[in-house]
């Protein structure tokens, strides 16, 4: 896990996605959690607002999927984002495959951005942020909807 956490965040770090930067203070202490600002891609309903996300890695990473979340001040309005940070993405947990990375876990959380037509909350969000557990990979999804 060590030596892929190592390679990855050299990867973030020379060659990181567009609008993504590696908070170089969160991995200062550990490892196994980062933090990556975000910029709204120009041309979306996001452009210009600044987001971050967390990423925990258990002992178990690549086989186990990273916990991710936005956290901060600013929690992007989407339909796949809850006003806790959580995120509704297959790959995330049920569709992980220890081929993806963390650059391709922000490509994807770009590119869902990035796709969104209007900016709303998904229509749980109210119930499912009083009763969730605190980390979003517990969380049993219902993946139900490809458009926002």
């Not at 590696?22 to 991995?27: F, R, T």
């Not at 607002?49 to 956290?71: G, I, N």
């Not at 600013?74 to 081929?99: F, K, M, Q, R």
Request: hydrophobic share 30%.
């Amino acid at each position: 896990m060590e030596k892929r956490l190592q390679k990855e965040l050299l990867a973030l770090q020379n060659d990181p996605p567009p609008g993504m930067t590696l908070n170089e203070k969160s991995v200062q202490n550990s490892i196994t959690q980062w933090i990556v600002d975000m910029e709204g891609a120009p041309g979306t309903l996001y452009e210009g607002e600044k987001f971050q996300l967390l990423f925990k890695f258990s002992s178990r990473y690549p086989f186990d999927s990273p916990q991710v979340m936005f956290t901060g001040d600013n929690i992007p309005v989407h339909p796949h984002v809850y006003s806790n940070g959580h995120i509704c993405l297959s790959i995330l947990t049920e569709d992980w495959s220890p081929a993806l990375s963390v650059q391709s876990v922000c490509l994807s959380i770009i590119s869902m951005l990035s796709s969104c037509k209007e900016k709303r909350r998904p229509p749980d969000n109210s119930f499912y942020v009083r009763t969730c557990n605190k980390n979003p990979k517990k969380t049993k999804w219902w993946y139900h909807d490809d458009t926002c």
